[in-house]
């Protein structure tokens, strides 16, 4: 499997090479950054043969069979068609897209094409909640409530490098996005209620640095999300399960019971690192040819939803 990694010296971009790093079976045969001289960097220092500027330069050669894409949310949707068009399966960061017409465009084009496409929502692959979906499955666990924080100190355009940003990263599309799938996915449907709040604008940025997100699934269980650029203290998101045998906690890949006792999670996967664990799954579903998890016609009941958020935040 020869990929290319689009945004490669990005914060994600670089976790991607990483993982795909310990996956038998794959090359990353070429990388994609806009500045020439990063971007040949990085390949040298990778061993990668090929580095360029654009991705059309970087799809057109055939030693590419699928690309991920790390680049900036807004380039996404015109990206993910590019791939596609040019016959190559892909990988979309988080989030696919940032309106619902777009992600309905590239849902559209994998069922044209019949090639890979998956949305990043790497939630659904951190050994934490697949411990938490099994024992769902199972009908050892019945999620009651979950209460999700995203939290950053970001007043400034930077990225999670700390690193100044070309684009406006936005709580709703890109941070509520990784919650609201897991929440859909955790409880087995489209929330039946979905519902925001939101702060006052960043007279620069454009965006809100404050937002509060209600769901409920159609088994009555709820969810209760903030988010906000303003929190000074670590960054991140943190997951409360509350379930009806027990509370749980997850810190991405870690996770601990009520008490703060951490669950040993050896035995959930292959490996213990989210990325990876995405990644490989969108390896082998290329190499199998078949629907991943993540597919992007799966993920789009979550833009759904978070269309229908961002009609209620006036």
């Known amino acids: 499997m020869r990929i290319c990694v689009a945004g490669a010296y990005g914060a994600f971009g670089l976790k991607h090479l990483d993982a795909l790093a310990n996956i ?46 790390s680049t900036p949310t807004q380039m996404h949707a015109d990206q993910a068609l590019a791939c596609m068009d040019a016959g190559k399966h892909v990988l979309i960061e988080i989030p696919m897209a940032d309106t619902l017409a777009d992600s309905q465009a590239i849902v559209a084009k994998q069922k044209e094409t019949g090639l890979v496409a998956m949305a990043g929502q790497v939630r659904r692959f951190n050994p934490s909640h697949q411990w938490i979906k099994n024992k769902v499955d199972a009908g050892e666990l019945k999620i009651q409530q979950m209460d999700v924080q995203t939290y950053f100190f970001r007043r400034t355009n930077t990225n999670a490098k700390g690193e100044p940003r070309t684009w406006t990263d936005h709580l709703l ?11 859909q996915y955790q409880t087995g449907g489209k929330a ?123």
């Open 192 to 314: 039946v209620e979905a519902f925001g709040l939101q702060g006052p604008m960043h007279p620069d940025l454009g965006i809100a640095m404050d937002m509060a997100i209600g769901l409920k699934a159609p088994d009555g269980a709820i969810c209760t999300l903030s988010l906000s650029f303003n929190n000074d203290g670590p960054f991140g998101t943190f997951f409360r399960y509350i379930c009806d045998n027990g509370t749980y906690l997850a810190r991405y890949d870690d996770l601990y019971d009520g008490n703060e006792n951490q669950i040993d999670l050896s035995g959930v996967a292959v490996s213990n690192n989210g990325i990876e664990l995405i990644d490989r799954e969108f390896v082998s579903a290329i190499q199998e040819g078949r629907t991943p998890n993540g597919d992007v016609a799966d993920v789009l009941s979550a833009m759904e939803t978070l269309d229908r958020i961002e009609k209620t935040l006036g």
């Open 24 to 69: 038998d079976e794959v090359e990353v045969t070429s990388v994609m950054g806009p500045t020439k001289a990063k971007i040949e960097a990085l390949a040298a220092a990778r061993g990668i043969g090929h580095a360029g500027t654009t991705l059309e330069e970087c799809i057109a050669r055939d030693d590419v069979d699928a690309v991920i894409l």
């Open 173 to 183: 599309w890109h941070h509520a996005c990784h919650t609201v799938d897991l929440f």
